[in-house]
Nanobody, 124 residues
Framework: QVPLVESGGGLVQTGGSPRLTCTSS????????VGWFRQAPGRERDFVGG????????NYGDSVKGQFIISRDNAKRTVYLQMNGLKLEDTAVYYC?????????????????WGQGTQVTVSS
């Protein structure tokens, strides 16, 4: 089991740079690739980016390349999503998810464990 809990969301002004965290209490967390997804109202859950179990490899969805940064600290069983220069269209519920296969898989069906999500609302 890899329970996941996201935190760090909330109301942010455009241009803000919040950091989301995804923390696990599971002892095998460091064995799993982690992905971040987001879902805006009425839209599909989209891939934001992913990180390998070691943290050495990362990839991003096209919509956030150069804007968001993913990192992890396995000693803390935590993955981070640094969000920079937020725009109104970044408003969504953000989820982290874990999978035992290769990192960076963009399809949500490829992930076994999910957090409950954290709402990020960007206001002007």
């Amino acid at each position: 089991q890899v329970p996941l809990v996201e935190s760090g969301g909330g109301l942010v002004q455009t241009g803000g740079s919040p950091r989301l965290t995804c923390t696990s209490s599971g002892p095998t967390f460091s064995n799993y690739a982690v992905g971040w997804f987001r879902q805006a109202p009425g839209r599909e859950r989209d891939f934001v980016g992913g990180i390998s179990p070691s943290g050495r490899s990362v990839n991003y969805g096209d919509s956030v390349k150069g804007q968001f940064i993913i990192s992890r600290d396995n000693a803390k069983r935590t993955v981070y999503l640094q969000m920079n220069g937020l725009k109104l269209e970044d408003t969504a519920v953000y989820y982290c998810a874990a999978r035992s296969g290769p990192f960076g898989y963009p399809d949500k069906e490829g992930y076994t464990y999910w957090g409950q999500g954290t709402q990020v609302t960007v206001s002007s």
